[in-house]
């Protein structure tokens, strides 16, 4: 079963940085487009950036592309969101996701975000 573990939320000031972290369990990552989404309060869940490193592929939501990364260490079974620029609409609940690379597409994966179970998300609050 797949499991997750995400960290590294906090307030921070608009333009400031973080850098979130996920440790997955139950599988490798090097067969698994891997994704980070958010709730916002009242909203459903967002793909926010999703990529499969086996194709080279990645999928950004329009609203962070420039300001956000991803990047995975295999060895440590990691994913990394690095946030930059943050802006008060960035403010959300941040949750990682996979699914084997041969069942969908960075592109579907974020747009549908139709995972059945979320982890417990880490709080990422942009204000001053």
């Known amino acids: 079963q797949l499991q997750f573990v995400e960290s590294g939320g906090g307030l921070v000031q608009p333009g400031g940085s973080l850098r979130l972290s996920c440790v997955a369990s139950?599988?490798?990552?090097?067969?698994?487009?891997i994704g980070w989404f958010r709730q916002a309060p009242g909203k459903e869940h967002e793909g926010v950036l999703c990529?499969?490193?086996?194709?080279?592929?990645?999928y950004y939501v329009d609203s962070v592309k420039g300001r956000f990364t991803i990047s995975r260490d295999n060895a440590k079974n990691t994913v990394y969101l690095q946030m930059n620029r943050l802006k008060p609409e960035d403010t959300a609940v941040y949750y990682c996701?996979?699914?084997?690379?041969?069942?969908?597409?960075?592109?579907?994966?974020?747009?549908?975000?139709?995972?059945?179970?979320w982890g417990q998300g880490t709080q990422v609050t942009v204000s001053s």
């Open positions: 139950g599988f490798t990552l090097d067969r698994y487009v």
């Open positions: 996701a996979a699914r084997p690379i041969w069942v969908t597409t960075v592109q579907a994966m974020c747009v549908h975000a139709d995972f059945g179970s």
């Open positions: 990529t499969n490193s086996r194709a080279g592929t990645i």
